[in-house]
């Protein structure tokens, strides 16, 4: 143990206090949610008010089984995920070079991160797995499931994503060959042309109505044949060129209906799988960087209670891009040109090679460092924003095994200069599959927490849109009127508080004043 640090797995953890309270199925707290509320004057001067507001936090404590349902089941990070989630729960060793290797669940925040739960009597930090704080689902007991308009079987579909070390691509083969995916929705409009070769597992026709109701027939199969008690219902497929947004098509829930009857050209294929879900009950999350979550479809989710997550997977050079650039800003040092390069040679890089779906791709890329820049408005002018460009190019040869560098340009003490150049090599699959498995950990337990206050006296779900997933994800949605936040750690630190504030416990900061007011005895 480090001097100051406790780490700790433990059985359970309650919470001994008068505002938190256990039943056989949930837990209940009262919970004091601080803010600061500022007023600006026409002089200029701020007036600052502290306020506070009291909230009721139910959490059900009894964890469903959950099925999640994949479009794009048999590409490289469905393949990936399944197989991954077989080895931990199988035990499997494979070799490679270096040895023998064991299954985990590494890259995993639920699973593998961890988070500071207090102190303890000799004043040291306790942390515990970020899975321990509340009642989460295992993902080994997760079953999946799911549909690709390419008719291979898992493990057809692993050895084809070259992931995995051919030792453990042999064990997993036998559970992997039964598992094929269910026919899927092909509109050749929406994705790459180079994409047609794959497309021998379609559902047939183009009734965009007859396909939903066809996937909500799947889904319902799914859910009663597996005996589950919820599914989550995730897009990893191909990124889609975005969807024209337009009145009387897609802005209003009985318009997009409308619009899926008469099979209207601008309903994408990923819009239809997330309606199944929404009319099924389940969430949905938008894997990829296309505009899925149209605001009828918002306006659906809201009418039907479920949750809607998005947009697109943060897990390699956005990700860094998101820490950097907050370090930079934070810093007092001002970066005011950002150009990011890329090369992959998966199937998601054939399809990014088509400029529309590169568009898609751009848009959700290049929009990560807006509210970092916004706030420092001692180096921005307003309006001003630093040059940044986002290339992506398709290298066969480099497979999954994806290239990215970048050049951050800073302005630094005095208008010197400061740049920054990095090479990441990201195993895309390899990052992206954890974070589906915390996209739906967390989406599931949102699903249990519920809230009231002083003024809602019935206990309410969490809005709509599920913006607490914002951690995973580069383009985040989020409710309207709330602010985009793009920063990594101040959305994981959104997510560790408001689990805290499901234990009635406060949010946890860095002060240490237990440390810096102890007394000090002159000699």
């Known amino acids: 143990m480090a001097s100051g640090i406790a780490f700790v797995q433990p059985s359970s953890i309650e919470v001994q206090s008068p505002h938190v309270s ?71 060793e494979w070799h490679d070079r270096e040895g023998v290797k064991h299954a985990n669940y590494w890259g995993s925040v639920t699973q593998a991160s961890t988070l500071k739960l207090g102190i303890d009597e000799e004043n040291n930090d306790v942390f ?10 295992e993902p080994n007991d997760l079953v999946l499931g799911g549909w690709d ?3 291979a079987d898992l493990a057809a579909a692993m050895e084809r994503a070259q992931v995995f070390e051919y030792d453990l691509k042999r064990q997993l083969a036998e559970h992997m060959k039964d598992m094929v995916p269910l026919k899927g929705i092909y509109y050749p409009d929406f994705i790459a042309a180079n994409q047609a070769d794959r497309a021998d597992n379609v559902l047939p026709g183009t009734d965009k109505h007859a396909h939903l109701e066809r ?13 589950l008690d919820k599914v989550i219902v995730l897009w990893t497929a191909n990124t889609e060129r975005f969807a024209v947004v337009a009145e009387g098509v897609n802005q209003t829930a009985e318009e997009l209906m409308t619009a899926v009857k008469t099979s209207h050209s601008e309903v994408a294929p990923s819009t ?8 099924e009950g389940c969430s ?23 949750f809607l997550g998005g947009d697109d997977f943060k897990s390699g050079q956005t990700k860094m891009k998101s820490v950097l650039v907050d370090f930079l800003v934070n810093a007092g040092i001002k970066p005011v040109s950002i150009t990011s390069y890329n090369h992959l040679g998966n199937n998601d890089g054939k399809n990014l090679s088509a400029p529309s779906q590169f568009r898609s791709k751009e848009i959700s890329k290049s929009n990560v460092v807006d509210d970092m820049v916004a706030s420092n408005g001692l180096l921005y002018e307003e309006g001003e924003h630093p040059d940044h460009v986002v290339v992506i190019k398709y290298v066969p040869a480099v ?36 974070l589906i498995l915390d996209l739906v950990i967390l989406c599931e337990l949102m699903e249990r927490i519920e809230w009231k206050t002083d003024l809602v006296d019935s206990y309410q779900r969490l809005t709509t849109i599920c913006s607490p997933l914002s951690y995973l994800l580069k383009a985040p949605l989020v409710p309207k009127g709330a602010p985009v936040v793009n920063a990594l750690f101040k959305q994981r630190e959104a997510v560790a508080n408001l ?15 237990e440390h810096i007011t102890t007394r000090q005895v002159k000699a």
């Not at 605001?295 to 659906?300: C, D, N, R, S």
């Not at 800073?410 to 990095?422: A, L, P, Q, R, V």
């Open 149 to 151: 308009i390419n008719a």
């Open 215 to 227: 996937l909500r027939q799947d889904i319902r199969a799914f859910k009663e044949v597996n005996q």
């Open 499 to 513: 689990m805290r504030a499901c234990l009635g416990l406060a949010p946890e900061n860095q002060m240490g004043l």
């Open 284 to 306: 949905f999350i938008n894997g990829s960087p296309q505009n899925t979550c149209v605001p009828g479809l918002v306006e659906l989710a809201e009418q039907n209670g479920v």
């Open 22 to 92: 256990y039943t056989n199925d949930c837990m209940e707290a009262q919970y004091e949610y601080a803010t600061t509320r500022v007023a600006r004057a026409s002089n200029g001067a701020l007036t600052v008010k502290p306020e506070t507001t009291n909230y009721s936090l139910r959490t059900k404590t009894t964890v469903p089984k959950v099925g999640v349902m994949l479009v794009g089941w048999g590409g490289n990070n469905g393949s990936t995920l399944t197989g991954a989630i077989l080895a931990n729960k199988l035990g499997i």
């Open 272 to 279: 239809i799988y997330a309606m199944a879900a929404v009319l």
């Open 128 to 137: 515990v797995p970020f899975k321990s704080m509340l009642p989460m689902v």
């Open 399 to 434: 497979g999954d095994s994806k290239r990215a560098m970048d050049e951050y340009m800073s302005k630094i003490f005095m208008h010197g200069t400061n740049t920054i150049s990095m090479h990441n090599t990201c195993e895309d699959s390899l990052l992206a599959s954890p």
